[in-house]
């Protein structure tokens, strides 16, 4: 079992910044492959961010150069830091674990647990 709980979401401005964390308990965190996900208005859950156990990582396209995915094992915790928002990067953000060991999860079946997700509004 793993459970995870998202924060740092919030209201920004086009072009500020913010870091959603993602608190893991309950297993043993430095065995999983994270990833965070977005839900926009209207649109599906998309990938945004993955990284594997052993810290390789990949990004959608549309947030590459922008996002950062990271993870400390040593404090159970992935991050996602934004910078760069725009409009578009609105929506719900999730951060989900999968059971693969040093390699990516890059389908939302490979992901096992999901966090209860937070809000990221880019507006002026």
């Known amino acids: 079992q793993v459970q995870l709980v998202e924060s740092g979401g919030g209201l920004v401005q086009p072009g500020g910044s913010l870091r959603l964390s993602c608190a893991a308990s309950?297993?043993?965190?430095?065995?999983?492959?994270m990833g965070w996900y977005r839900q926009a208005p209207g649109k599906q859950r998309e990938l945004v961010a993955a990284?594997?156990?052993?810290?390789?990582?990949n990004y959608a396209d549309s947030v590459k150069g922008r996002f950062t995915i990271s993870r400390d094992n040593a404090k159970n915790t992935a991050y996602l830091q934004m910078n760069s928002l725009k409009s578009e990067d609105t929506g719900v953000y999730y951060c989900?674990?999968?059971?693969?060991?040093?390699?990516?999860?890059?389908?939302?079946?490979?992901?096992?647990?999901w966090g209860q997700g937070t809000q990221v509004t880019v507006s002026s």
């Open positions: 309950g297993s043993i965190f430095s065995i999983y492959a």
């Open positions: 990284i594997t156990s052993g810290g390789s990582t």
């Open positions: 989900a674990a999968a059971p693969v060991f040093r390699a990516l999860a890059l389908r939302s079946d490979e992901y096992d647990y």
